[in-house]
RNA sequence: GGCGCAUUCGUCUAGGGGCCUAGGACGCCGCCCUCUCACGGCGGUAGCACGGGUUCGAAUCCCGUAUGCGCUACCA
């Protein structure tokens, strides 16, 4: 059997971290078994549909690097991808649904539902109330049609029984059909629900595995019965843990960065997202975690998928990013830190001394996004920081450190970083300070921070006359 | 309330009866390296939710409790 699975978002907004790993095991589960990876856009409900959304996750994914087969994009033989254009398609299956007495027109209005619900809540059947109109005789109907009642669908759920599901990732799970209630397949416009448009499209899709969240784990049944009722098999579940914020609850927006294009806008690079998520619930060996797209494609299986939630750890996120930039070669360094620079809009993406920098910031940036804090005071004039510009005032030796360094920088030839740094050296020797106390007041000068890349290299890269400018105006701003 | 899922260091996890004196990673702490910050190296901190069983033996199997989460929509 040839897999094929898929990954069916609703357009409502960002492509969130949980949806990501999501789209990830499917397609990594897709990829291991040679199947093809399906993206269907579950737009049933048009009152919820965020303008621009299904572009937006199209592209996440792209950058991702995750490329489905057959998408509303690339379209494929089971198509349209789109659900809002399979119409036709859910009125067929409700018609033969209706026809052959699994499903069943309700007239019930929102506020008998809802009272009888209120009602029902606390007795041994809760689900009653879905089924109040199951069995309406012809006189009845006729009436409610001549009141101009709209009418939903419903499934006719069995009231005996239960269904077991067979999950890949939690094993066996039991569901009583009684507690189930009737569906609603259809609302009054004859638009479908996700109840009913979901399995149909994953029948009529040939879907074999059902890679999803737990939140849907509870209509598992319903789905499974629905299928079974319109003759197609059920295809095998796996249903995937949340993904928590610190505080247990799923992640939102409230715990910051949760959307894939947070992350790419600070600057981290997608095979740390896709490393880090893959090991947010799955794990090879428990004990290796930098892993590349290819061996998590060769390693990954659903047998491996942790059923508890995870909670989603940011601070390991930035860690892998950093590990996977200072991995880089200096050509993709550069090109990922043009890349990133670009896309937010700084003056210094186009920068040509770029790569003369990559050397001074790979192995100290967690993400790109911190680049302009650390270097941007090299590639163009920027007022110091108030904090560090205080300090300086406030050492004692900044006055002679810095007179020493320009009297030992100005004549230096070459100006670059390895005479630069005897040149410095020879200043503490001289003054008798120690590096760490002579350097600061130059670090702070040259800089304008007293964090900042290799002092060497910095000053090397300014060249002997915008350093010398720095350190006269830094020597100015000091008395003594 | 009902139904369902889950429960190993702060976090992600390894573990599927004896290999566990519970392993790895992030974080945190200390030391080393060092011009700041990082990187790197070394070391340390910290966990099987609780209670019953089953067994010669349980983190591992069973039951119960607690807690968390999900569902209980004409959302998905």
Known sequence: MTVRVRFAPSPTGYLHVGGVRTALYNWLFARHHGGTAVLRIEDTDTEREAEGAVDQIQRSLDWLGLEFDESPRTGGAHGPYLQSERAERYAAAVARLVDEGHAYRCFQTAEELEAARARARHTDDPAAPTRLHRDLTQEQIARFESEGRPAVIRFRTPLEGETVIEDDVRGRIAFEHRLLGDTVLMRPGGRPTYQLANPLDDMAMEITHVIRGEDLLPSTPRQKLLVEALGGTFPTTAHLSMILGTDKKRLSKRHGAASVEEFRAQGYVPEALVNFLALCGWSWDGETEIMSLEELIERFTLERVNPAPAVFDHQK??????????????????????RHLAEDGSPLADDPRLPALVPMVQEKLGAFGEFDALVGSLLEERAPEPDAWAKL????????????????????????????????RGVCEQLELKPRQAFGPIRIAIAGSTVAAGLYESIAFLGRDAALVRLRHARSAVTG
Do not use: H, S
Request: proline letters at 4%; glycine letters at 6%; zero cysteines.
């Open 317 to 338: 996120l930035a860690w892998m990013n950093g590990a996977y930039l200072r991995a880089l070669d200096a050509d993709a360094y550069a090109a990922g830190l043009r």
């Open 393 to 424: 005032a406030g050492d004692d030796n900044a006055a002679r450190v810095l007179d020493a360094a320009i009297a030992a920088l100005e004549p230096l030839e070459p100006f670059d970083a390895e005479q630069v740094e005897a040149a410095l």
